[in-house]
C-alpha cells in the first residue's frame, strides 16, 4: 500500500514511537494523520507537524484508549470528515508497575484490551465491504514478546499478549481485507525507558546492545504498512539482526466455530 493520499490513525502518538510513525508516513504523502493521544501537549505536537509536513494534515483527538465509546468516536470523525481510515497503529502503552494493583490493571486495559479494541475497529471501519475498502493495522508489541523479563510481568504479559493477538485475527479478519501486523522493537529511545530508574544503565552493560533510533524502528513499521504481501507477520528489530521478520513453525489452524448460545 502507498500511504499517499491515505488516512491514518495512531494512538500514543504524539511522542516516542508513536511520533516517529507519524513523520514517516507525512514524508510519505499521507493525507491525513490523526494523533490519538491523552497527552497535554498534543494539539501543539499536532500543530507542529503541520508546519513542518505541508500538503499534509495532521489532527490531535484527545481520547482515553481505555474508553471504547470515545475511541469509537474517533473512528467515526475519520469517516465523518475523511471519507474514513486505511492505516491504524495500535501504539499506547505503557511500563507498569507490578506490585502496584490499580497501575497493573491500566498497565492490561492500554496495552492488551485497547489493543484488541483498536484492532476489532480497525476492521470493522476499514472491511473491504464498507466504502473504503480494506487497510491495514500495525499493533505494538516488543521484543517482551518473546522473552521473560524479571520485574515486568503485566509488561511482559500484555506484549506476548499483543503477538498471539496479532497472529490470530489476520486470520480471523482475513475476510476485511485488512491486513494486521506486529511490530515488536528492542529497547528504543523513547519516554518509557525513563520510568523505571536505571533502565538506560542496564541497557548499557548488555554486551553488543544500545538503544534503538525511533527513525529506525519507523523504517519496519513502513514495510509492515507498504508490503501488501505481509498480513499476520511478527516483525523484530534488534541491534544484533536489524529488521526481520520471526519465521514461526508451520502448524495447522484450529477453528473452534462460534460458540452455541
Known amino acids: 500500500m502507498s500511504v499517499a493520499g491515505k488516512v491514518a490513525l495512531i494512538t500514543g502518538g504524539t511522542g516516542g514511537l508513536g511520533k516517529a510513525f507519524a513523520k514517516a508516513l507525512l514524508k510519505g504523502k499521507a493525507s491525513v494523520v490523526c494523533l490519538v493521544d491523552i497527552a497535554k501537549n498534543g494539539s501543539d505536537v499536532a500543530a507542529d507537524l503541520n508546519k513542518q509536513y505541508s500538503g499534509s494534515k495532521v489532527d490531535y483527538a484527545?481520547?482515553?484508549?481505555?474508553?471504547?465509546?470515545?475511541?469509537?468516536?474517533?473512528?467515526?470523525?475519520?469517516?465523518?470528515?475523511?471519507?474514513?481510515?486505511?492505516?491504524?497503529?495500535?501504539?499506547?502503552?505503557?511500563?507498569?508497575?507490578?506490585?502496584?494493583?490499580?497501575?497493573?490493571?491500566?498497565?492490561?486495559?492500554?496495552?492488551?484490551?485497547?489493543?484488541?479494541?483498536?484492532?476489532?475497529?480497525?476492521?470493522?471501519?476499514?472491511?473491504?465491504?464498507?466504502?473504503?475498502?480494506?487497510?491495514?493495522?500495525?499493533?505494538?508489541?516488543?521484543?517482551?514478546?518473546?522473552?521473560?523479563?524479571?520485574?515486568?510481568?503485566?509488561y511482559t504479559a500484555t506484549k506476548h499478549g499483543v503477538i498471539g493477538l496479532v497472529r490470530s485475527a489476520s486470520l480471523s479478519y482475513k475476510y476485511t481485507g485488512v491486513r494486521i501486523n506486529a511490530l515488536c522493537p528492542s529497547f528504543t529511545d523513547t519516554p518509557i525507558l525513563d520510568k523505571v530508574p536505571g533502565t538506560r544503565e542496564m541497557i548499557a552493560q548488555i554486551p553488543g546492545h544500545r538503544i534503538l533510533d525511533p527513525d529506525f524502528v519507523a523504517q519496519g513499521f513502513m514495510q509492515l504498512v507498504e508490503d501488501e504481501t505481509l498480513n499476520g507477520e511478527i516483525m523484530r528489530i534488534t541491534p544484533q539482526k536489524g529488521i526481520d521478520l520471526y519465521q514461526y513453525k508451520k502448524r495447522p489452524t484450529f477453528r473452534a466455530g462460534p460458540p452455541k448460545l
Open 62 to 154: 484527545h481520547c482515553d484508549v481505555t474508553d471504547y465509546d470515545k475511541f469509537k468516536d474517533v473512528f467515526d470523525k475519520l469517516e465523518r470528515d475523511y471519507g474514513g481510515v486505511d492505516i491504524v497503529c495500535n501504539n499506547a502503552g505503557i511500563q507498569s508497575y507490578d506490585h502496584d494493583v490499580e497501575h497493573s490493571k491500566k498497565g492490561f486495559r492500554i496495552n492488551l484490551e485497547a489493543v484488541f479494541w483498536g484492532t476489532k475497529l480497525g476492521t470493522d471501519y476499514m472491511d473491504k465491504d464498507r466504502k473504503k475498502g480494506g487497510g491495514v493495522i500495525v499493533n505494538i508489541a516488543s521484543m517482551a514478546g518473546f522473552l521473560p523479563i524479571a520485574d515486568s510481568i503485566v
